[in-house]
């Protein structure tokens, strides 16, 4: 019976996808997860959902709560990460207001740009936290990371602890459904190669039949661009102007690159459909959508409280909130589909032995080969009874590795400040970003990064 423990747990509806994917599985049902928090009332209502997916499988597995991380993780056999350290509120809405004072506009600000440098300097002294415990109670453990910035997050433990640790990302599953399926192009029997670094990992190849598609879907995608104004149209200029598709949304690359989101160019931002400060917006949703989860848990969510509620969610979020309400509704047992995400098939295959690949964030090590040794990439990985192995990818196109490295620069210097603890790596790290450096001078950039100190101070260490 593998111990499973989830850090952030508290993010119950990611919990109850990843917990209740492998409460799904016939190799996984019977574990023991172990929750923990530092919020005990999302702790107790993830529980009590996690709890009525269990009785839907059976109630085979083990469910323990933990305020204490410590406990939480000791003995266990994997570790999954979803933290977000200062939230929403107070943290990420500093990230997008100081910065806009100086006219710096972000759409998610998670990954990389201002808002990706200062939400790593937050969360990396707390994982290196989490790392030691690890290395002390469960050394066997292996870490599955999911919180951003992947990359920055990722390469801190991988450079600075022991433990085993591979970062994961939704964006490769999705990239080739994502671009084909606008398109009206079928899936079926299609075969692909992807290799690059988190959110800017390269669909490298795409054939079926041994047919390269890259000529229709780049005729077609520039049908679409002239006819429908849609969510797509970065990526599309990234494929057009670079050769190849990008892994993830266009909101996020449009921040991962100095040539769209410009104060100079506004036009652009209307004819390439940039949502700034989207991540936000998604906050408040998200918001919206626990209150709901609340009312509901606590047997207080009314007819029209519910009404109200679908209004202020997208559509597929509504429709997930509907079906889960529902479900609860008729009675203490909640079913749950075991989704795309990586977790689950992975211990599956690390306990049962059948391999499973997957797109996994590692030390380059040489997998990439005209990407640096210490970059953290995103290649295939192998996860079979002897844990997680990466692949070889090879060379990028130069083009590709080029822009990669622009963003492995910030990175770079993001880890080294918070390592180091010196305030002029941060500096650096600001000022190599694509983005910021692009729309502001050295000295602003300078002000800007001193101000931000200043407001996170409270979840930062003093830097020299």
Known sequence: MPKITMIGAGSTVFAKNLLGDCMSSPVLEDSHFALHDIDQKRLEQTAQIMEAISRSFGSKATITTHLDRREALNGADYVF?????????????????????????????DTLGIGGIFRGLRTIPVMLDIARDIQELCPKAWLLNYTNPMAIVTGAILRATDVKTVGLCHSVQCCVPELLKPLDIPVEGVKWKIAGINHMAWLLEITRNGEDLYPQIKKMAETRSK??????????????????????????????????????????????????????????????????????????????????????????????????????????????????????????????????????????????????????????????????????????????????QTNINVQDLTIEAALTQRREHIYHAAMLDPHTSSELTMDQIVNLCDDLINAHRDYLPEYK
């Open 81 to 109: 990460n979803a933290i977000q350290v200062g939230g929403y509120k107070p943290a990420t809405v500093i990230d997008f207001e100081i910065p806009s004072r100086y006219g710096l506009r972000q759409t998610i600000g």
């Open 227 to 404: 006819t429908d104004k849609h969510n797509d149209m970065v990526r599309y200029e990234l494929m057009k102007r670079f050769g190849h598709y990008v892994t993830e949304s266009s909101e996020h690359n449009a921040e991962y690159n100095p040539y769209f989101i410009k104060s100079s160019a506004p036009e652009l931002i209307e004819r390439l459909n940039i949502p700034l400060d989207e991540y936000p917006r998604r906050c408040e949703e998200y918001e919206h959508l626990w209150a709901g989860i609340e009312a509901a848990l606590g047997g207080m969510l009314t007819e029209d409280m519910e009404s109200q509620l679908m209004t202020l969610l997208d559509e597929s979020t509504a429709n997930e909130v509907k079906g889960l309400l529902q479900a609860w509704r008729k009675g203490d047992a909640l079913p749950h589909t075991r989704s795309e995400e990586y977790a689950s098939y992975m211990l599956e295959a690390m306990e049962a032995g059948a391999p499973y690949t997957f797109g996994g964030n590692v030390l380059n090590k040489g997998l990439i080969t005209n990407l640096p040794e210490h970059a953290v990439v995103e290649v295939t990985c192998l996860a079979d009874q002897n844990g997680i192995t990466p692949t070889f990818a090879g060379a990028l196109p130069p083009q590709l590795a080029a822009l990669n």
